[in-house]
């Protein structure tokens, strides 16, 4: 007998999984640093990038000549994907007055509410990696302080942005493209002085994010909203008090693509089991499970910017 494997033993719901894994939280940018790719394994290596994935290769041969092979990426430290759980709970109650009003579904309701408290631990740990001093070395972090930090009017935000830039481009020869601003960091920036001068001609409206892109000639800048609570109501500023910039493909093929960083996703995840019946709750209950793992792949071409508010 061919043994199942536990995709197959677990009962699916194909409709509501296709909700689950459609959800986009709009407040979560965690996947401009970390773009979703593919794995059919719990656990493996990372493959990491370094120079040698942007170096330029003499790929020109004589007639009868060897081909010369090179190799993108390296396996690196070790990743095991966590898994996520909660059900979405819907009462008896709910569903019979729901029955009285066209259009409601409760029962993707009850996945989306599921998938947003697991999208905000999913910022929350890529946060953690991305903001995390240590995981970069002294050419590719800077800590702001006194006159330097952007909340003060000498400072001059552009300069630091620049050195990030040219940093990542001497470490893997290109320029990044994205930079994640927290929401502080965000604050300080459009009130600064030095960056309000450079759009007092072109613009009366306030300062975006979108305006910081072409600035900085970068692709893209997400700001870093999120803010979560503890059990005992004590909020997080998830993306706390810090600026990132990255090189990340914007359409990443797989894996293999150089980037900063990547969440590693179960295939078909994140799925939802069948619903069921609780007797004790008199509730429909939605499982919601989301088995990943977000990993840093290109650490030399991302660069920290601490404490610039």
Not at 154 to 175: H, L, M, N
């Amino acid at each position: 007998m061919t043994q199942q494997s536990p995709l197959q033993v677990r009962v699916v719901d194909p409709v509501l999984s296709q909700v689950a894994q459609g959800y986009r939280h709009t407040e979560m940018v965690g996947n401009t640093l970390f773009p979703h790719v593919t794995t059919h394994v719990s656990g493996g290596q990372v493959l990491e990038f370094g120079k040698e994935s942007f170096r330029l290769y003499q790929a020109r041969r004589a007639p009868g000549s060897h081909t010369r092979r090179i190799q993108f990426g390296y396996l690196g430290r070790s990743f095991a994907l966590v898994q996520d759980a909660l059900e979405g709970q819907v009462p008896r109650e709910y569903l019979r007055d729901a029955a009285e009003v066209p259009g409601v579904k409760l029962d993707e309701r009850a996945v989306n509410g599921a998938m947003r408290a697991l999208s905000m631990t999913l910022e929350y740990d890529q946060a953690q990696l991305a903001t995390n001093a240590s995981n970069y070395d002294n050419d590719h972090k800077v800590a702001l302080s006194g006159t330097d930090k952007w909340s003060d009017g000498s400072a001059k935000p552009t300069d630091d942005i620049e050195a990030g830039k040219e940093a990542i481009r001497q470490s893997v020869g290109i320029f990044p493209n994205t930079l994640l601003l927290s929401a502080q960091a965000f604050k300080a920036v459009k009130g600064n002085p030095n960056v309000v001068e450079r759009f007092k001609y072109t613009s009366r409206e306030s300062i975006t994010a979108e305006m910081l892109a072409s600035l900085w000639d970068l692709s893209r800048v997400v700001v870093g909203k999120a803010v979560a609570f503890h059990d005992a109501g004590e909020a997080i500023d998830i993306w706390g008090n810090n600026a990132i910039l990255a090189y990340v493909p914007e359409k990443p093929s797989g894996m293999e693509d150089p980037s900063f960083g990547y969440t590693y996703v179960m295939a078909d995840h994140p799925l939802v089991e069948k619903p069921y019946y609780d007797n004790a709750s008199k509730s429909w209950v939605y499982p919601v499970t989301f088995e990943r793992v977000p990993v840093l792949t290109g650490i030399l071409s991302g660069y920290l910017i601490q404490n610039p508010a």
